[in-house]
T-cell receptor, first 111, second 116 residues
Framework: DAKTTQPTSMDCAEGRAANLPCNHS???????VYWYRQIHSQGPQYIIH???NNETNEMASLIITEDRKSSTLILPHATLRDTAVYYC????????????FGQGTTLQVKP | EAQVTQNPRYLITVTGKKLTVTCSQN?????MSWYRQDPGLGLRQIYY???????DKGDVPEGYKVSRKEKRNFPLILESPSPNQTSLYFC???????????????FGEGSRLTVL
């Protein structure tokens, strides 16, 4: 089962920031958190990842709490094209190659 | 162009007729994996392979087989398909997802399979 939990769905107004939370309460000290998104029925696309510090790239920002038990993906100015399912995942301990996506959060950006 | 190619993209078949969904990547990735996606259930991992001749079960391996004889190919085999295997299938590849992994998992375009 997925080690991360996310809300099933969220709405966001176009142009506003979208903040997508993820709980990963059982994460280990050396496990990264990775975020992906899936638009319609295309293959998921990597967005960003982080370990402890906040991260930012051209697509999004990632805020990780100090205790590392949760994180928030931020899309600073959501557009209609950001409507997608967003997945937060972590690697299972032991680097076994099991990458569990779970159900993700369906983000609906509205005009 | 770096890509993961799946074939067929669409297939309608009947119960019990063996089929293979091929997956090929041109990025020299060690790691490859298969997922299925069903409404309300998200992406579920079927099998994965950390390198040639090394495969392991994901969360939903029942009814599927895989092989990894070459680095670039990772076919998914349904020996005796059943209607509950009707789904959207994705193949993915990357460098090994070990500590410090960049996270860039490259996905194919998906194969929509219907078993009647």
């Amino acid at each position: 089962d997925a080690k991360t939990t996310q809300p099933t769905s969220m709405d966001c107004a176009e142009g506003r920031a979208a903040n997508l939370p993820c709980n990963h309460s059982t994460i280990s000290g050396n496990e990264y958190v990775y975020w992906y998104r899936q638009i319609h029925s295309q293959g998921p696309q990597y967005i960003i990842h982080g370990l402890k510090n906040n991260e930012t790239n051209e697509m999004a920002s990632l805020i990780i709490t100090e205790d590392r038990k949760s994180s928030t993906l931020i899309l600073p100015h959501a557009t209609l094209r950001d409507t997608a399912v967003y997945y937060c995942i972590d690697l299972r301990s032991g680097n076994t190659g099991k990458l569990i996506f779970g159900q993700g959060t369906t983000l609906q950006v509205k005009p | 162009e770096a890509q993961v190619t799946q074939n067929p993209r669409y297939l309608i078949t009947v119960t019990g007729k063996k089929l293979t969904v091929t997956c090929s990547q041109n990025m020299n990735h060690e790691y490859m994996s298969w997922y299925r996606q069903d409404p309300g259930l998200g992406l579920r991992q079927i099998y994965y392979s950390m390198n040639v001749e090394v495969t392991d079960k994901g969360d939903v391996p029942e009814g599927y087989k895989v092989s990894r004889k070459e680095k670039r190919n990772f076919p998914l085999i349904l020996e005796s398909p059943s209607p509950n295997q009707t789904s959207l299938y994705f193949c993915a590849s990357s460098l090994p997802p070990q500590q410090g992994w960049s996270g860039e998992l490259f996905f194919g375009e998906g194969s929509r399979l219907t078993v009647l």
